[in-house]
């Protein structure tokens, strides 16, 4: 290649996007803003619910409000940018845009895989240590390791991105899917990335494999005890552990396919890549509220408070005024 070729950097990349067909793109456009508001509406919910209502003290709801904020967070990363180009017929994305992209996407993504191992741990000790629950995760222990998840998506992100704007881009330039990501972008790289790519394998795809590995080591272990020596209470504990086990395989099933499998294109990419970035991050509260109780009541507590304060502004300024208009 023409060294001068190598040395010169594309200043923007062109995604293909989920599909050619304009309709399609119509349709799908109205599907994922209806998923995208309802995932901000349930996420931000669960958030409101944790911090307003006092009988959400455990230390399992203060993970569960922090996962909400991981999940929104992610969600916002790609969701955004995809339901804009979906309205465009020529999308682009600057250099800078999609490594910001790349880092933050995989800044979310990594805390959230290693939030789910703060949560499992939660229930272990929960499950093996109940009397001695509150003593262990108290307060200080809980905001540590909520730190350390956001320390270690940190650091796994940065590693992403460090090795990745040293390659040399100087073209094509075309991306074929709606969001800037490692196994595509690092494809485009005018040098050989062989080392890159077993790096970036064990940052994210062999690590993923050996976290999820470990989870389903440390529930089997949950469920066991759950299943022999828990008898009080054994309903809610399977039914939280139930839906901690569907969180973890709809996180670790599609990046497992899709960064656990170096050096090749996976077919169904951009399929699976839609099912962690857009349907995950609505289902988790989903999934939390229906299958939890506490949790589920104090929506509704939380709902019939805001419609019940709006309610009472109605009958007390029935022509539309508000006490600021007096």
């Not at 989920?18 to 399609?24: D, F, G, I, K, V």
């Not at 800078?96 to 229930?123: E, K, N, P, S, Y």
Request: charge should be positive.
């Amino acid at each position: 290649m023409d060294p001068e070729n190598t040395t010169r950097r594309i200043k923007e990349f062109q995604l293909l996007g989920l599909t050619a067909n304009h309709p399609l793109q119509y349709v799908l456009f109205m599907a994922f803003l209806t998923v995208y508001i309802t995932t901000c509406f349930g996420n931000l919910t669960i958030i409101t619910a944790v911090i307003t209502d006092h009988r959400l003290r455990s230390p399992m709801y203060l993970l569960l409000g922090n996962l909400a904020f991981i999940d929104l967070s992610e969600s916002s990363v790609t969701v955004p940018k995809m339901l804009w180009d979906l309205t465009l017929q020529h999308k682009v994305i600057s250099f800078g845009g999609c490594m910001a992209q790349i880092f933050f996407f995989h800044f979310t993504g990594g805390a959230a895989i290693f939030f789910l191992m703060v949560m499992a741990l939660d229930r272990y000790v929960a499950i093996h240590k109940p009397l001695q629950y509150f003593t262990i995760m108290k307060p200080g222990v809980c905001v540590g390791l909520v730190a350390g998840a956001w320390l270690g998506g940190f650091f796994h992100s940065l590693v992403q991105i460090v090795l990745m704007v040293r390659l040399p881009f100087c073209g094509p330039n075309i991306l074929d899917n709606y969001y800037c990501d490692v196994p595509q972008v690092i494809k485009l790289a005018c040098t050989d990335t062989f080392v890159i790519e077993l790096l970036m394998f064990s940052n994210s795809g062999l690590l993923t494999i050996l976290i999820f590995f470990a989870l389903v080591v440390s529930y089997t272990i949950i469920l066991v005890k759950i299943r022999v020596h828990v008898t009080e209470g054994k309903k809610k504990a399977l039914s939280t552990c139930g839906a901690q086990i569907t969180v973890v395989c709809i996180h670790f099933v599609p990046c497992i396919l899709i960064y656990g499998r170096p050096f090749q294109k996976f077919s169904g990419e951009k399929a699976l890549a839609t099912l962690f970035t857009v349907f995950a991050p609505m289902l988790n509260p989903l999934i939390y509220t229906l299958r939890n109780t506490e949790m589920k009541n104090a929506v509704r507590r939380l709902l019939k408070r805001n419609v019940f304060s709006e309610t009472k502004l109605e009958v007390a300024f029935p022509s539309g005024l508000r006490p600021n208009d007096i």
